[in-house]
């Protein structure tokens, strides 16, 4: 018995860290879009600056994705956007961006 016991002594442990993270979603109009640098959003509260993840999605309110080619003349200062992203320490991390669709009332995508 003694001889199993050492054996699973020697045995390398390993350990493993479970980071949970939640998606929040927050609404409001473009207040600076910079793909380089910034996408601010003007919220309730005032404006919010969030931080780019290396793989933003950015898509109407009905579900499609918008090309890259269309960034620059869709998210224009005051169109509304809904914002999910991962708090990061006291950074907002953006995961995707909903540009609420022409003529749609509501940019809830909550089913998309």
Do not use: C, W
């Amino acid at each position: 018995m003694a001889v199993a016991i050492g054996m699973f002594s020697t045995l390398p442990l390993s350990a493993q860290t479970v980071v949970k993270t939640t998606t929040v979603a927050s609404r409001g109009t473009v207040s600076t879009y910079d793909p380089a640098t910034s996408f601010v959003v003007t919220e309730a509260s005032g404006p919010v600056t969030y931080y780019y993840s290396p793989n933003v999605v950015y898509r109407t309110s009905s579900g499609v994705v918008i090309p890259a080619a269309e960034l620059q003349t869709r998210l224009v200062s005051g169109a509304p956007v809904r914002v999910h992203y991962v708090q990061d320490g006291d950074r907002r991390v953006i995961q995707r961006v909903v540009l609420r669709d022409r003529g749609d009332k509501d940019d809830d995508d909550d089913d998309n």
